[in-house]
T-cell receptor
């Protein structure tokens, strides 16, 4: 399938903002997603954005989409220790299947 | 609570044995998926089903089979397990709209 790339690791201090970046290659992607995985758990949908949007905000989460550069980012404001997890970027192609990145491990330190 | 149920939670399996991982959803979603998650490799699609009665191969289908006799159930079978199938297996479902997948809690399988 098409590639979705993410940096593997990010460390931030509690209270700071976190920005997790993702690039994708499939220009026909219709929706793009951010999932969160806590240790020993499944993936939980955080938010998603339709490909004709530039930005979506949901409480502490802001998603930015640059469709020209195929770049997606997730900003978490006022990051808390409970935000420590693995974050996956995913794109949906013209069918129903999602292609996932390898995940970014976010570590929030006190 | 509506969602996806996977069973078993974990399993140790002898190489060469067969096993079926169970997945049931109660959301009446048309599409269902099986992924495996491995360290450093992320999530890789094994098989999928867009609707009851149909199935398709994903990125890593070899050694696995699926069936979709009804909307709710999507079992994954390993006919003859090998150690490289040691992984965490996730089942997911989708209503086909933009809201993404709902995931189960996973099955941790160790093949020895």
């Amino acid at each position: 399938g098409e590639d979705v790339e993410q940096s593997l690791f990010l460390s931030v201090r509690e209270g700071d903002s976190s920005v997790i970046n993702c690039t994708y290659t499939d220009s026909s992607s219709t929706y793009l997603y951010w999932y969160k995985q806590e240790p020993g758990a499944g993936l939980q949908l955080l938010t998603y954005i339709f490909s004709n949007m530039d930005m979506k905000q949901d409480q502490r989460l802001t998603v930015l989409l640059n469709k020209k550069d195929k770049h997606l980012s997730l900003r978490i404001a006022d990051t808390q220790t409970g935000d420590s997890a693995i974050y996956f970027c995913a794109e949906r192609d013209s069918g129903y299947a999602l292609n996932f990145g390898k995940g970014t491990s976010l570590l929030v330190t006190p | 609570t509506a969602g996806i149920t996977q069973a078993p939670t974990s399993q140790i399996l002898a190489a060469g044995r067969s096993m079926t991982l169970r997945c049931t959803q109660d959301m009446r979603h048309n599409a269902m998926y099986w992924y495996r998650q491995d360290l450093g490799l992320g999530l890789r699609l094994i098989h999928y089903s867009n609707t009851a009665g149909t199935t398709g191969k994903g990125e890593v289908p070899d050694g696995y089979s699926v069936s979709r006799a009804n909307t709710d159930d999507f079992p994954l079978t390993l006919a003859s397990a090998v150690p490289s199938q040691t992984s965490v297996y996730f089942c997911a479902s989708s209503d086909g709209e933009g809201s993404g997948y709902t995931f189960g809690s996973g099955t941790r399988l160790t093949v020895v």
